[in-house]
């Protein structure tokens, strides 16, 4: 049995934007091309259509419907609201296959994943009937919470926040963690 950390997913393109939907060229490129047959040697897992593929130290959802192994393979970017995600995923992958280095995937800030694991601990403590002066206590310890000054505490705001902004993601689904977060206009 695997725990959740060891459990591979493979997402849909409609889903998670890093997934990459690929398909065979409609032209043959003029350099090399990248083939279903490279693919298949970087398979980690198969099913249906969606692999997940190791290259170099990083690994790439892929949507890819049966085809030869040796045809070119073109990248198709879906035009909605994930676009600028979903052009990152795929320079990623390209920049993984053909120099070996991608860059990092950017749709969480090491302060957005900090955030997340604080909402998550909270989300916790909350539900197994904590106080919020008992969460913030387990979540910055190094904060000394006088009882008296507690209604009055920025701690308790913020402790407030990671519950209730944890609730929402554990309510509404994970998968806004997918998405890289943006202003609205």
Same mark, same amino acid.
């Given at each position: 049995?695997?725990?959740?950390?060891?459990?591979?997913?493979?997402?849909?393109?409609?889903?998670?934007?890093?997934?990459?939907?690929?398909?065979?060229?409609?032209?043959?490129?003029?350099?090399?091309?990248?083939?279903?047959?490279?693919?298949?040697? %970087?398979? !980690?897992?198969?099913? #249906?259509? *969606?692999?997940?593929?190791?290259?170099?130290? @990083?690994?790439?959802? /892929?949507?890819? =419907?049966?085809?030869?192994?040796?045809?070119?393979?073109?990248?198709?970017?879906?035009?909605?609201?994930?676009?600028?995600?979903?052009?990152?995923?795929?320079?990623?992958?390209?920049?993984?296959?053909?120099?070996?280095?991608?860059?990092?995937?950017?749709?969480?800030?090491?302060?957005?994943?900090?955030?997340?694991? %604080?909402? !998550?601990?909270?989300? #916790?403590? *909350?539900?197994?009937?904590?106080?919020?002066? @008992?969460?913030?206590? /387990?979540?910055? =310890?190094?904060?000394?919470?006088?009882?008296?000054?507690?209604?009055?505490?920025?701690?308790?705001?913020?402790?407030?926040?990671?519950?209730?902004?944890?609730?929402?993601?554990?309510?509404?689904?994970?998968?806004?963690?997918?998405?890289?977060?943006?202003?609205?206009?």
């Amino acid at each position: 049995m695997r725990t959740a950390l060891e459990q591979i997913v493979a997402w849909s393109p409609s889903v998670d934007p890093s997934a990459i939907l690929l398909d065979e060229s409609p032209a043959h490129p003029a350099g090399n091309a990248l083939t279903a047959g490279y693919l298949s040697d %970087q398979t !980690l897992f198969e099913q #249906d259509r *969606h692999r997940i593929v190791s290259v170099g130290d @990083d690994r790439f959802c /892929i949507d890819l =419907p049966p085809t030869g192994d040796e045809r070119p393979l073109a990248a198709i970017i879906l035009l909605d609201d994930m676009t600028p995600d979903r052009l990152h995923a795929v320079l990623r992958f390209w920049a993984a296959t053909a120099r070996g280095q991608p860059p990092p995937d950017n749709r969480l800030t090491r302060q957005r994943r900090m955030r997340l694991r %604080q909402m !998550l601990r909270a989300v #916790d403590g *909350h539900q197994t009937g904590c106080s919020y002066r @008992d969460i913030a206590q /387990i979540l910055f =310890p190094a904060h000394k919470i006088v009882p008296a000054a507690w209604r009055g505490d920025a701690l308790r705001e913020t402790t407030i926040r990671l519950v209730r902004d944890g609730l929402k993601h554990v309510r509404n689904g994970y998968r806004c963690l997918l998405r890289k977060t943006r202003r609205r206009r």
